[in-house]
């Protein structure tokens, strides 16, 4: 469904040359839940910004269903990184939630029903009326993923969405994200700097090297699909699949550095 | 209660000593050019007829009026344009900062050549001063709008008008309040100016009348009415500030609570 071909970015400006993504090719099926990491500064934003349409590669391409991606594509929905500048402050949540949705044609009673059911889906049914910037951390970030699912997106791209919150609401919003996959079908692609959450996230991860950025290892996570946090974590093939992950990208930065 | 009358009294206060103080001092006055309070406020009733209130107040406001919103309709419109477009405003900075030095009590007697001594001279006049900080801070409120926001608009497909009016105008309405709120005493005082060259009415036009006409309390009470404008004025600015920029001052008092 996802095709990411010998994708490259090279930053260019004021004199500077930054080669942020050298070479990524991957796919992702349709349906799936994929974890990019890699190390803070390899590039996860610029090649997510490329997936979504938002930066335009200096090299490669980005297939959505055989088609090239070129701009934001409709069936596309993207959670920043920065969730408390992604919402817009001079509106109420419901209406943050609302806003993708009036580009759609859409009657009003159906726009209605998709933000009522998004809100609910993450548990801030109660938040309509609110401003985000009344609305803790975690509460933001839900606000956003409720605006991205009441998009109705084939695929939704998320930039280290939990980066910002504490440890018991980061918990929270994994389990919220496997949940929406699991109820929706949605095809999710999902960048994090974080191992554990990574593995316990994906039903596939993808380790990226150091920048120049390069795919270094793509494997399966073969832990059951039902997971919580309690026993996942503490299962023997979690801790073994971590511990390799966490290899990988211990040698991809000694690789960097020995380069 | 108790504290909204407490407020109430710091409002109050500053101004009431102001005026006993103006009262007690120019009691035994007998200098003809600083008449009495007492004598002052007699006169008000006399001048201040309804007459008077719907042949010289009524058409000054409607200029300023007249003016100021010419000026906020222009200012804002070309200002987003410079403010959106990086060549636009490459070419048009320059000029801006020349225009703007201009103090604007000079272009009334270059305005007049032009539009003549009627109503026309007047509100070309008011709108010509007020337009720039209007003009100015739209621009850089424009330019202000966060990056993050204009990518997760651009990522919902939200573009052309809907952005301008969900992102731009409303990510900028702070700044362009700034420079409607500093418009307002420029169109007074434009409004003022411009009747006093060249007018058959109007508070400007008054004024200068009882002046030449040594008819000094007369005088005096003109310009209380036109203090009582300004006043009023600006309390009717702040009252629509409050409404439109709600979020705005909500937004900035939570940031302080929790930096
Ligand atoms: N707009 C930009 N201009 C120049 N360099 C950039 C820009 N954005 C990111 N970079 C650089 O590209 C590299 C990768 O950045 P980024 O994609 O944000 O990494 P990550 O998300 O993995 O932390 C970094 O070295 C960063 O400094
Ligand atoms: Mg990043």
Redesign the interface.
């Given at each position: 469904m996802l095709d990411v071909r010998g994708l490259k970015k090279v930053y260019e400006g004021s004199g500077r040359r930054v080669e942020a993504v050298r070479d990524l090719t991957f796919t992702v099926d349709a349906g799936e839940l994929v974890c990019l990491v890699g190390p803070s500064g390899c590039g996860k934003t610029t090649l997510l910004?490329c997936v979504?349409?938002?930066l335009t590669p200096s090299g490669g391409e980005v297939l959505l269903d055989g088609r090239k991606v070129s701009g934001?594509p409709?069936g596309?929905?993207?959670v920043?990184q920065?969730y408390g500048?992604?919402l817009?402050?001079?509106?109420r949540v419901g209406e943050n939630v609302e806003?993708?949705l009036?580009?759609k044609d859409l009657s009003k009673a159906r726009r209605r029903e998709l933000v009522r059911d998004a809100l609910e889906s993450v548990g801030l049914a109660d938040a309509v009326g609110a401003?985000p910037?009344?609305l803790s951390g975690g509460m933001q970030q839900r606000v956003a993923i409720a605006r991205a699912l009441a998009?109705e997106p084939r695929v939704l791209l998320m930039d280290e969405p939990f980066a910002a919150v504490d440890a018991q609401t980061r918990a929270d919003l994994e389990d919220l994200v496997r949940g929406l996959w699991r109820e929706r079908g949605i095809t999710i692609l999902f960048v994090t700097h974080d191992i554990d959450e990574a593995v316990y996230l994906g039903e596939r991860v993808i380790v990226l090297s150091a920048s120049p950025t390069v795919v270094r290892e793509q494997l399966k996570v073969d832990l059951p699909v039902e997971r919580d946090q309690l026993h996942t974590r503490v299962d023997p093939r979690f801790a073994e699949l971590r511990t390799h992950v966490y290899e990988q990208i211990q040698a991809a930065k000694k690789g960097a550095a020995a380069s | 209660m108790r504290r909204a009358l407490l407020r109430l009294v710091f409002t109050v206060a500053l101004p009431a000593l102001l005026v006993t103080v103006w009262w007690v001092a120019s009691a035994g006055s007998t200098d003809v050019y600083w008449p009495p309070l007492r004598t002052i406020l007699e006169a008000f009733p006399d001048v201040w007829t309804a007459e008077r209130l719907r042949g010289d107040v009524l058409p000054s406001v409607l200029r300023l009026a007249g003016g100021y919103a010419l000026a906020a309709v222009v200012g804002v419109a070309l200002g987003t344009v410079i403010g959106s477009y990086r060549r636009v405003r490459a070419v048009c900075e320059p000029v801006l900062e020349f225009l703007r030095a201009v103090p604007p009590p000079v272009l009334v007697p270059v305005i007049m050549l032009f539009a003549g001594i009627g109503d026309t001279m007047k509100v070309t006049v008011i709108a010509v001063g007020c337009v720039w900080p209007v003009l100015l801070n739209t621009v850089e409120g424009v330019r202000a709008v966060d990056p993050v926001m204009a990518e997760t608009a651009r990522s919902y497909g939200i573009t052309g008008v809907a952005r301008l009016r969900n992102l731009v105008l409303r990510s900028a309405s702070p700044q362009i309040f700034a420079g409607l709120r500093q418009a307002l005493s420029i169109g007074i005082i434009l409004m003022v100016i411009s009747e006093m060259f060249a007018a058959s009415n109007g508070l400007g036009f008054t004024i200068v009348q009882f002046q030449r006409g040594f008819a000094i309390p007369d005088m005096w009470t003109g310009i209380l009415v036109l203090g009582l404008l300004g006043f009023l004025l600006s309390v009717v600015f702040q009252w629509v500030e409050r409404r439109v920029l709600g979020w705005y001052h909500g937004l900035r008092a939570s940031a302080r609570r929790s930096p």
């Open positions: 910004k979504g349409g938002l934001p409709p596309m929905a993207f920043f920065e500048r992604s817009f402050p001079w509106m806003l993708p009036k580009q401003y910037w009344q998009y | -």
